[in-house]
């Protein structure tokens, strides 16, 4: 049996029920709401975006009758999207740990309940407190954690024989997506004389990558076909639901939103432009968050490019089911997308601000760049992957006024007197240090490699080291930093060795450091990852972790300065991903 963790506050919550009761005939006549959450299928698994290899035609249909909402970003793995979507909140103000978060406002369920909805949660739960807690009256869920069982027997089970709980008690589904959808017809059609609020979490298309009911093979264990195989079943799934509400004639009447957790696992998305692109869950780069989100509302295609998080659904959903927000408000992050779907003007949603407890994936960015916690900023329209940040040290007019802007919007969330209060946020300031002083450290360049192989590779990393020589004469110090965010945060334990250092200026050469075999460790304490001079992000030396030091450049040698340095990169055991991050840093140590 599924074991829920739970918390104080079970009077609070039973309160929110009393308090709000009155506000259920706010409406005359409510919409029908089905919450549609995708697992792991980031923006570019659907067919209407171009992708080559995934087929959606259910949803490239309901995207016909949608607002197809382009600047959607949820957090960079399944449970904290899940705790901004059912609180409203950013994550600082209440995650406590994985799965587990304080309520300062009625959660989602209780919300809708209180607005006269029947609610109902089918599918990965994922969180916590128990459906009952947060307001679901009926419920088939996977919990997504191993509980009693073993990883080994977990991953076995995750969709077929799978154990679910219900309102009945455990129950094994021979295919739990299957259930999941089944519980999802009934409920519509028991409630089709009462508004109803549908949260369905779909357990596809996590891994493990393995044939569905449909698959062609279904022996087959070629992840990249299970995937895709995968994706078309979910699609599958949300057809039988927009058929049975056309059955029932709920259609029009019925308030359909689909996104979902986060970006794809590193697998293949051939697009028609002939790009491949590589997901990036559990970063936060722009292909680890970047989302579909399509609500079905009054039939109208549209395309919106305001902004939106997962915060943004509560006061959405609010102002759908017409309940009354003006006593919390404040205590919310999000800002309602129902003007754009009325096609109004939307007002206060300037930015986009996330953070999971690391300043590599704590961000800000509005609709165009995107600033990290540690100076990175990236044109998004230009640069979607990522893969060519400016810093301060390199900025044009252009992004060096869009840092100033961005940095600003920084400051009024770190220094909010009203955020203080939030022991999560001081965790985050405390661990990681004062921001500003972090951002102005000289970094010349971030570089994510994917698809890491069991056998080395080899990857030459060329920069233009004049624009950040110094006119005064300095000793220099080259580091080279692999990241490291989380155990699941997809990017790898992959060996990584700097093998080969050259500085050259004009073809000659000023440097060359040869037959090199320098390991580099990985680093969680952000503070000790970026302190000048720490042997855990300079050149490590096998058995001694001395810096390896480059030597002195005149003002003579600050021409144009090309440094080259080639890296060997392995993932013999394939722990959690195939992808992995590199900085370089050069430190001005001292004047001559």
Not at 135 to 162: H, I, M, Q, T, V
Not at 546 to 554: A, N, T
Request: charged content about 25%.
């Amino acid at each position: 049996m599924i074991k829920y963790f739970i918390f104080a506050g079970i009077f609070i919550l039973s309160c929110w029920d009393s308090a709000a009761e009155d506000q259920g005939n706010a409406r005359s006549s409510k919409p029908n709401i089905i919450f549609i959450l995708g697992d792991d299928m980031g923006y570019e698994t659907l067919g209407y975006k171009e992708v080559l290899n995934f087929h959606t035609p259910n949803l490239d249909a309901l995207a016909h009758e949608s607002t197809d909402f382009v600047n959607c970003d949820s957090q960079p793995l399944c449970v904290p999207t899940r705790v901004k979507l059912i609180t409203g909140q950013y994550n600082y103000r209440n995650y406590t740990g994985w799965g587990s978060f304080e309520l300062e406002l009625p959660p989602l369920g209780k919300m809708m309940k209180a607005a006269g909805y029947a609610t109902a949660a089918f599918g990965k739960w994922h969180l916590s407190k128990t459906p009952d807690q947060l307001g679901f009256d009926e419920f088939c869920l996977f919990n997504g954690s191993p509980g009693e069982l073993s990883y080994a027997e977990f991953f076995k089970r995750y969709f077929y024989n799978c154990p679910l709980e219900e309102n009945g008690g455990p129950f094994v589904a021979d295919y739990a997506p299957d259930r999941f959808n089944e519980r999802t017809l009934d409920f519509i059609e028991k409630n089709q004389d009462q508004p109803f609020f549908i949260y369905y979490p779909m357990s596809l298309a996590h891994n493990p990558f393995e044939p569905t009911p449909d698959s062609e093979d279904p022996s087959s264990t070629d992840w990249q076909q299970n995937f895709e195989d995968m994706v078309t079943y979910a699609d599958k799934m949300i057809g039988n639901v927009v058929q049975k509400l056309k059955e029932n004639g709920l259609y029009e009447n019925t308030i359909i939103i689909y996104t979902t957790d986060n970006g794809s696992k590193t697998l293949e998305h051939h697009m028609s432009n002939g790009e491949v692109i590589y997901g990036g869950k559990g970063t936060a780069s722009h292909d680890g968050v970047h989302v579909p989100l399509l609500v079905k509302y009054d039939g109208k295609r549209q395309t919106s490019d305001e902004l939106v998080d997962f915060t943004d659904f509560y006061p959405t959903l609010a102002d759908l089911a017409g309940y009354d927000l003006s006593e919390v408000n404040k205590k919310l992050d999000g800002v309602s997308l129902l003007p754009v779907l009325d096609q109004e003007e939307r007002v206060g949603k300037p930015y986009i601000f996330s953070t999971f407890f690391h300043p590599l994936s704590t961000y800000i960015r509005d609709k165009e760049y995107k600033l990290y916690y540690d100076g990175r900023l990236y044109n998004l329209k230009e640069d979607p992957r990522e893969l060519h940040p400016f810093y301060k040290q390199n900025d044009s007019e252009i992004t060096a006024v869009t840092r100033t802007i961005l940095e600003g919007e920084f400051d009024n969330v770190f220094e909010n007197s009203e955020l203080s209060k939030y022991p999560t946020k001081q965790k985050l300031m405390a661990k990681y240090g004062d921001y500003k002083r972090i951002r102005d450290k000289v970094m010349l360049g971030g570089y994510i490699y994917d698809n890491l192989e069991f056998t080395p590779q080899t990857k030459t990393i060329r920069i233009d080291l004049s624009k950040f020589i110094s006119s005064t004469d300095q000793v220099y110090q080259l580091r080279v930093a692999r990241a490291y965010e989380s155990s699941n945060s997809g990017l790898t334990y992959a060996d990584v060795k700097i093998k080969h250092v050259k500085i050259s200026k004009s073809g000659e050469v000023l440097r060359n450091l040869d037959s090199l075999s320098i390991e580099l460790r990985t680093e969680r304490d952000y503070g000790k990852l970026r302190e000048s001079g720490n042997p855990i992000i300079s050149f490590i030396k096998t058995g001694d972790n001395s810096v390896l030091d480059l030597g002195e450049f005149s003002k003579s040698e600050t021409g144009t300065l090309e440094l080259e340095l080639e890296v060997e990169l392995s993932n013999p055991d394939n722990q959690w991903g195939n992808r992995i991050m590199i900085y370089v840093l050069l430190d001005r140590m001292k004047a001559v």
